[in-house]
């Protein structure tokens, strides 16, 4: 095959050339490392959350989702620890107690614990199946978790701003919450012209309720949660939810009410020393993420290690609970609030929003039997936005993996190591005169300027992916690492390797150097995708045969280097025998 290299391209080969230079490169090397996205001193472990799972139904993808946010974030911390460091730690959980999750055992002719080790098991299934790696699971009926609730009551009583009073207002079940007068709205039923009264916040049902109860003075510390806000601008993430919260509290807050008379609550933690209390489900639910940090055992190891939580993940029907009533018990129980707490929207199914009572209730299990856990999982980090609503469509999930799964990153990792294209079956090498200026090599087959990006586009990737991860836009680090897929699998097309003629030695190099270039970009993609899709970006770096203690940020940050020949010794390294399909079609 004769190929001609335009002369345009050449002057580019030229610019780049220089780079490639041993010399230069050592230099470059030299420059870049210690590498910048390692993380080289910490004061303590990276903790992040999910919220814990209300167990009055089974999972279903908005759980999911909140799980996968947390744990793409957590992995993607893990590829810049250095290994033999406490590891960063993702919490997860149900929650166990209040009137609704009562409700649904008593509907279910059921005793309150054993459903709920039923359902709370239901969720553990789940994060095994889309391999959300937790490193505890509470649940708010664990022994460990009533002492910490009840240590935290006793500091912030002790500390003055618990104090009885009476209740009287609205209180909607379903969202176990107070609701204000301003909140709610007269509904007639037009069948049974029955008058009720809902929240107008979520649609949902409240009662009038009036008793004696404990209340929190979170009006004394409104002031101070403001300032918390105001002085840490990333604290309430994405922004639009920040304004939102500051809205809120610039409004007026009245205190709130944490207990329940224990007639009508009686599934829930009793307040210290009053047998007629239960403490408010919200104030226990949201010790669990001290409970995982080993609270009260403030002086602990494990809990300077882990306290403040860095990142709490919420959906954004419960921002008030986490960035207003969460902050303020913290400051009265005098402990450090947490650094981030990052609120996503909600997936729709079809354009509806997901309901029981519409029968439109996605469920993981059944899809990850369609699609695989990890099509699931990709699916929803790929087209999840934390700042809009998302809507859900099978079909959808159908195209998408098809797409960039089957098509982009399986078509591309089989061509890649397909026998006709490597019949040595190892990491090929890279020659060094494909791509540098040496008037001496004489060949039409040499490196265009598309290749030269491409080497560029790699070695930015992980900065940029970085990022955009650090954002929480997975979503857009995913659509960075799947463009250099297609890239790479474009410079097997574009070059036609398939064609060259292996007996001719610049022909031979010609092939080896494009595609250790296609390896490395799958190399590099293989480790960022690690967070999203880990069980598949393992089958590829598996199959590339890249040695596990090699899959980190820093040796996604270190390519096209094996050509020096000391720093990156993979070149020659015998491919896995592995015929496994990377993700079939669907
Ligand atoms: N138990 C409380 C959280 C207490 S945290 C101290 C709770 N539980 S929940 O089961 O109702 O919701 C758990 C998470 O799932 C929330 O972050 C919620 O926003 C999220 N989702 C529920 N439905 C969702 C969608 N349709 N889409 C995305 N996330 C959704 O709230």
């Known amino acids: 095959m004769l190929r001609f290299v335009p002369n345009a391209i050449m002057k580019s080969c030229w610019r780049h050339a220089k780079y490639f230079r041993l010399g230069k490169l050592q230099q470059l090397l030299r420059n870049k490392l210690p590498c910048t996205l390692i993380l080289t001193s910490r004061s303590k472990s990276y903790y992040i959350t999910t919220p814990i799972f209300y167990v009055n139904s089974v999972p279903h993808i908005g759980h999911l989702y909140t799980a996968t946010i947390a744990d793409a974030a957590c992995r993607w911390q893990k590829l810049k620890y250095p290994v033999n460091t406490s590891q960063p730690k993702l919490v997860s959980g149900t929650d166990e107690h209040g009137t609704k999750v009562m409700q649904a055992a008593v509907a279910k002719q059921e005793n309150p614990k054993r459903y709920c080790d039923d359902l709370a098991q239901k969720f553990k299934d789940m994060m095994k199946l889309f391999d ?43 969202d176990e919450t107070f609701v204000n007068d301003l909140d709610v709205e007269q509904v007639i039923d037009r069948d049974s012209g029955k008058v009720y009264h809902i929240f107008k916040d979520t649609g949902r049902m409240v009662e009038w309720t009036k008793e004696t109860n404990y209340m ?117 129980a005098g402990l450090k609030l947490p650094k981030q707490i990052v609120v996503h929207s909600h997936w729709t199914v079809n354009s509806f929003k997901m309901s029981k009572s519409v029968g439109n209730v996605v469920d993981p299990f059944d899809m990850a039997k369609k699609v695989t856990p990890m099509g699931l999982r990709y699916f929803l980090l790929r087209q999840g936005v934390i700042e809009y609503n998302c809507d859900y469509k099978e079909e959808m999930v159908y195209a998408v993996l098809n ?90 097309h574009r070059n036609q390797l398939w064609t060259l003629d292996k007996s001719v030695p610049d022909q031979l190099r010609f092939l080896q150097t494009l595609l250790h270039c296609v390896y490395e970009g799958l190399r590099v993609s293989g480790i960022l995708l690690q967070p999203f899709i880990p069980e598949l970006a393992e089958m590829l770096l598996n199959k590339l045969s890249i040695p596990r203690q090699k899959r980190n940020m820093v040796d996604a940050e270190r390519s096209f280097l094996e050509h020096d020949g000391k720093v990156e010794p993979l070149v020659g390294n015998p491919l896995a025998f592995d015929k496994k399909v990377l993700y079939k079609r669907l």
């Open 216 to 332: 929190f003075k979170l009006s004394e510390l409104v002031e101070q949660v403001k300032a918390w806000v105001y002085e840490n601008p990333n604290s309430i993430y994405p922004p639009k939810m920040r304004k939102l919260v500051l809205d809120t509290l610039d409004r007026p807050v009245g205190d709130l009410s944490v207990s329940r008379e224990r007639t009508r609550v009686p599934w829930g933690i009793q307040v210290p020393n009053d047998p007629s209390q239960t403490i408010y489900v919200w104030m226990d639910a949201l010790v669990n993420y001290l409970t995982a940090a080993g609270y009260p055992e403030v002086n602990n190891d494990i809990f300077k290690d882990m306290w403040p939580a860095d990142c709490h993940i919420v959906g954004m029907d419960i921002v008030k609970f986490h960035a207003i009533y969460w902050p303020a018990f913290l400051i009265a």
């Open 132 to 174: 959300v790696q937790y490193h505890d699971f509470i649940r708010t009926t664990d022994e460990r978790h009533k002492v910490a609730v009840e240590n935290f009551w006793n500091t912030i009583h002790a500390n003055g701003y618990i104090y009885k009073g009476n209740y009287e207002g609205w209180y909607s079940t379903s």
């Open 403 to 492: 797409a960039d799964l089957a098509n982009d990153l399986g078509n591309c990792l089989n061509r890649a190591v397909a026998k006709h294209l490597n019949p040595e079956q190892v990491y090929p090498p890279f020659h060094q005169e494909i791509f540098s200026s040496n008037p001496n090599y004489v060949s039409s087959f040499v490196a265009s300027k598309k290749e030269f990006e491409f080497i560029d586009l790699v070695r930015n990737l992980p900065g940029i992916a970085n990022n955009h991860a650090l954002e929480f836009h997975f979503y857009n680090a995913i659509g960075e690492i799947m463009n250099v897929v297609r890239k790479a699998n474009v410079i097997i």
